[in-house]
Nanobody, 115 residues
């Protein structure tokens, strides 16, 4: 059974950094197009960063230059390095395939950025 478990969230002040990690079981991340999503209170879930099996990346405009998506093939994880965090980055962050396959949604990890 495919399982994705997010970790690394926390509370930071604006300008700080966090590194999120998504541990994936069964699904081989290097063979799939993976992504990080986030959902803020009262808002729809949005795609934040994507990393394809071909090693191309794409980012939400508001995080370009601040966030970096990567994967660790040995650990089968997908990571999100977040720098220069802003209060508007506050949300629950989830990983999934780019197509956001519903059964793969995990619990997410909370990121809170204070001003």
């Amino acid at each position: 059974q495919v399982r994705l478990v997010e970790s690394g969230g926390g509370s930071v002040q604006a300008g700080g950094s966090l590194r999120l990690s998504c541990a994936v079981s069964v699904l081989i991340v290097k063979l799939n197009d993976m992504a990080w999503f986030r959902q803020a209170p009262g808002k729809e879930r949005e795609l934040v960063a994507a990393l394809t099996a071909a090693d191309t990346t794409d980012y939400l405009d508001s995080v370009k230059g601040r966030f970096t998506i990567s994967r660790d093939d040995a650990k089968n994880t997908v990571n999100l390095q977040m720098n220069s965090l802003k209060p508007e980055d506050t949300a629950v962050y989830y990983c999934n395939t780019i197509r956001a396959y519903p059964p793969y949604w995990g619990q997410g990890t909370q990121v809170t950025v204070s001003s």
